[in-house]
């Protein structure tokens, strides 16, 4: 079992103190941007987002003009983060108020809360000043409503995720028309602002005209009182993962730990989700007792009671999850296992370990997963996420399958990594010595943004170009393959930004590459423990000083992973890995193909010949194949 990374926090307290308002540092930080019509807030779970939120709709209600705040959660559960809060007490200029007939996450009928949703936006009584609802009530309720009705509303969107831009998501089109055909406000909230399947939330035009407030993993975890570490860490095995799982009890078994089961129609399940609970509860210890909240007592080889919560079976979860509700100490609980639940809108923040079985589809659930352990609080100092995957079986008919969840796992991990380590910002080096903080890096040959759209793409869309970056098929299999620094940083990355950001010029992606394949690069670059200054790149350690455009380029940003991969998959699997990778290698998207030809170009130029299909170099190999494609359409045109 390998640990992939672990990140140290050096617990500021800064997100977790208030200031004399009663906000934490990211609350305040949103605060500071109360006017803006349309705010979008990036911040981990337990940030604060919901209060931020808060303060920011009793401005706009008291000084902004605003008549009526709207406020949509994903699932009715996260309902009660919004519930009525006293915020006077800490110092702040207004209570939160919401009457118990404007919240629509209760149980209800569509069709009532639809009628509720109109009769408030109807309404002139000074106190239907604040609904919520969920996502779905807001899609059916704008199907009798036009865009003008919300005028002089704010529409806050929680889990903005849930967003996407595609002709079938009805949100995204609610929200387009909104923005469009309204003087609404429009207040967007995540903790991920990139979603599982690669779909951008917003069409650029839309995404522009939104201010935005980022506050990162990082920051929020180095803001914390008491957890001081987190790390991720990955076992492969073959058979059944309850036989794995025997092996990994004493890893948890002591700590408070979410359990989170595959779906069933997931390679990894067994198909019987609730035989999995049984042999799960098995291999934890002994069956004693289920009380009347729901909850099982498990007795463990060492004689401890464990009090467990099922939300895997159905019958029975909503005792439970109201148990899960109302408790506030430690030892309330010690575990849950779940399925698709206690991801979003879940709150224990005694959680220190996640055991995820399989890969998730989404990296957003790998992040919503994370976030419940991430929460500061005095019974941890470390938050560990370990994920159970499934290795290629090569007498099995599901070898791709396999092959895939690897790759995509480590990727997410990969992905994990950069979003919880610490911010660097990169800039160009000349000739004179330059002044630095200690989350600058200077780099030789790094180009200057030379557009506005260049210089926004770098400082606030990072972490989503990562993302996709990460999620694009060549690039997994490249990486699991141990694939050339070169090939992955001068071909494939360039060829997923010119995907996501179609309106940039060749000039316009090179330099977004440069920034991006720097931060990937040195983000996961191993430090050294004497030296701060150094840092060590392809098996050796580099001067910070030393750092070029053209050393980061031909280094592998994702060598760690492979060589986790190779440490603990055997060689069958390995050679399994490489077999995906040849199938792909070669595979080139028409914008790849606008994006290598001027390579080939400068490839002839330098060398004066067109590159080699038999070539050593993997870099060389790519370029004749593209040119070999281009001739191909250029031929067919011809015709």
Known sequence: ??????????????????????MRDMQARVYEKRNSQHLLVK?????????????????????????????????????????????????????????????????????????????FIKSTDPSDDILIVTHATLRYATEYLDSSDFDDCLIAIDEFHHVSQE?????????????????????????????????????????????????????????????????????????????????LVDEFIDKKTIIHIPNVNSGESTKDKYGEVDRILDVLGTYLK???????????????????ADLVTENGRDKVTAYLSEMDKVEELDMIIALGMAKEGFDWPFAEYALTIGYRSSLTEVVQIIGRVTRDSFNK?????????????????????????????ITASLLMESVLSPIFKFKPKDQEDNSQNSSEIFLRGLSKPSTQRVKQIIEEDM???????????????????????KTINKQLIPRVIATMYPDLTQQEVEEVRQYTVADLTLTNAEKDKDNNQLLKMADKFINIDDLNIDLIDSVNPFQAAYEVISRDVDAKTLQLIARAFDAKKFEFTNDELRMLYPQI???????????????QNLEEQRLYYALAKLAQIKQERNQ
Request: charged share 25%.
């Open 1 to 22: 079992m390998s640990k992939v990374f672990e990140i140290k926090y050096g617990q500021k307290e800064t997100s977790v103190n208030l200031n004399s308002l009663g």
């Open 43 to 119: 911040a981990p779970p337990a940030s604060g987002k919901s209060r931020a939120l808060m303060f920011v709709a009793l401005d706009k209600l008291n000084n902004q003009g605003i008549k009526k705040v709207i406020i949509a959660v994903p699932e009715r559960s996260i309902g009660k983060s919004f519930k009525s809060t006293k915020l006077m007490q800490f110092g702040y200029y207004w209570d939160w108020v919401v009457k118990d007939d404007n919240n629509l996450t209760t149980v209800g009928s569509s069709q009532s809360k639809v009628k509720a949703f109109i009769d």
């Open 167 to 247: 002709d079938n998501s009805v949100l995204g089109s609610t929200l387009r028309d909104i923005l469009r055909n309204s003087t609404a406000h429009v207040f967007a909230m995540t903790g991920s602002y990139f979603r599982g399947d690669s779909v951008p939330i917003l069409e650029p035009t839309d995404e522009q005209l939104f201010d935005r407030v980022t506050y990162t993993y990082y920051e929020q975890l180095e803001g914390y009182k008491y957890l001081k570490s987190f790390s991720m860490v990955y076992k492969f095995y073959r058979g059944q993962y309850i036989d794995a799982l025997r092996d």
């Open 290 to 308: 289920q009380d009347d909240n729901g909850i099982i007592y498990i007795k463990t080889k060492t004689g401890r009671i464990l009090k467990i």
């Open 381 to 409: 100092t470390e938050a560990v996420f370990t994920n159970l995957i499934a290795e290629p079986d090569a007498d099995s008919d599901e070898v791709q399958f396999a092959v895939n969840n690897i790759m995509k796992a």
């Open 463 to 485: 972490v989503e170009l990562k993302a996709s970056i990460l999620q694009d098929d060549v690039v997994q299999s490249a990486i699991l393959a141990g694939a050339d620094g």
């Open 601 to 615: 170009k400068e490839f002839q130029r330098v060398n004066g010949r067109s590159p080699k299909r038999d070539a």
